[in-house]
C-alpha cells in the first residue's frame, strides 16, 4: 500500500513489492506537503485503487478526493477514509493506515456479499497536515466553511509560495475553492479509521478503540524581534537577543502545560539573519497547545504569553503573538459513538485524542466517530510510528463491520 510495514496492501498500481511514496532515503520518514510531486503521486494512487474496484472517482473544488459506490447525489452516504499527506519525515501509518484500510474494508465486505442500502465514499482529504502551508486540514476546513477562501489565499509557504499558486501549478483551479454544503448534504455519516497517536490501546490491551472526543487545540506564532549585531563584539549587557527571550519561553511553555495537565510544544523556529556569528534581530517560533478542556488549554496560553511578554521586556525586545488556527473541543455525537461500539461487540474501548483530524473539523457539520488502531510505542509524527500487521487486519475488519451495520443493514 501508500504506506509501510504492517499497512494492509491495497493492491498497489505499479507492480512488485510497491514503492513508498515521498519516502526521505536520508531520513526514513515520509515528506507528503499538499500539491506537490509525491503529493501527485498519491492522489493517482488513490485513482488507480478506486478505478481497481469499479467506483467513481471525483475530485471536489478543494481538492479532496472521493470515490463513490452507489448514487453520490442520493443522499445519507456512508463516508470513510482520511488523508494521505504528512508532516515533514512523517511516519507511515498517520493517514495512509486510514485510506488504505477503507479500500481493504470494502473488499472485506464485497467478499462477505454485503448488499448495499446506503450510498458509500472513500475520501482523501487535501493538506490535512498543514506541513506546507502551516494550517491543518485545510481540505476539511474549506468544505466545512471554517476556511474561508480569502483567508486560504493568504496562505504562503515557507518560500513565499501562495496556496492558490501552488493548487493552479498542481492542474487545481483555485478559484473554485471555498464552503461546499451541497456535497456536506450528501453525507449521513463519517467514520474515520485512524493508527493512535498515543499508548491508550496498547496499555489497555485492546487492538481497536472507538473516539469520544478531541481535545481543543490551536497554533501560536509568536515573533520575537530585537537587533542583529555581532556576536564577539557585543558585551552581553548591551544585547537585545530575541534568542535568549524565545529560550526562556519555551521552558515555560513546559512549566505552564505542567501545572495544567497540558501539553505544549515550540516545534518549528525561523531566525533572521541566520548566522552563526550573529545575535538574530529576528526569532519567530511556533506553539502548539492542548488540553483535555478549554479553560486548562486559555490558562495555558495566557500563561506563555504572560511569561514571554515579561522576559521580552526585560530583554528589550518587541514580541507579536498571532493565532494562526484554532480548533474547539469536538465531542463525538454520543449516538453514532455509541453504534460504533455496539457494532463492535460492545467491547471496544472509548478514549480521547489530543490529535486534531478531519473528522473533528466536520463533525460541526455531519455527525462524525472515529476508529482507533493500536500503536504499541505511541510514537507518532516520527519514522518510528508503528502498528503491528495484526492489529491494523483487526481495524480492516472492524471497519467492515462498522460500515456493514450502517450502509448494509
Known sequence: GVGGRGVPHSSPPWGGAGRPLGRSAASGGYRRYAWTGADADCRLWFRMQAEARRLDVETDRNGNQWAWLGDPTAG????????????????AFDGPLGVVSAFAALDELRARGA????????????????????LACVGSRLTSGQLTKEKAYELRDADGITLPQAMEAAGHDPETIGEDRERLDRIG??????????????????????????????????????????????????????????AETVLAARREAELAGAVATFGKISVEPNGVNA???????????????????????????????DKAAAHGVDLAVVRES?????????????????????????LGTGAGHDAGILSASVPTAMLFVRNPTGVSHSPAEFAAEDDCVAGVLALADVLEGLACH
Do not use: C
Request: charged content about 25%.
Open 76 to 91: 445519507d452516504a456512508v463516508v470513510t477514509g482520511s488523508h494521505l499527506d504528512s508532516v515533514p519525515d512523517g511516519g
Open 115 to 134: 448488499s448495499f442500502r446506503r450510498p458509500l465514499a472513500i475520501v482523501n482529504f487535501g493538506d490535512e497536515e498543514g506541513a506546507r502551508f502551516g
Open 189 to 246: 455519516a463519517f467514520v474515520e479509521l485512524h493508527v493512535e497517536q498515543g499508548r491508550a490501546l496498547d496499555l489497555s490491551g485492546d487492538a481497536v478503540g472507538v473516539a469520544s472526543a478531541i481535545w481543543p487545540h490551536g497554533r501560536w506564532r509568536y515573533d520575537f524581534h530585537g537587533e542583529a549585531n555581532h556576536a564577539g563584539t557585543t558585551r552581553l549587557v548591551d544585547r537585545r537577543d530575541p534568542m535568549l527571550t524565545y
Open 279 to 309: 545575535i538574530p534581530s529576528l526569532v519567530r517560533g511556533w506553539l502548539d497547545a492542548r488540553a483535555a478542556d478549554q479553560d486548562a488549554l486559555d490558562a495555558v496560553i495566557a500563561g506563555i504569553e504572560t511569561a514571554a511578554r
Open 326 to 350: 484554532f480548533t474547539p473541543v469536538v465531542e463525538f455525537r454520543h449516538a453514532l459513538r455509541d453504534e460504533l461500539v455496539r457494532l463492535l461487540g460492545g467491547k471496544a474501548p472509548v
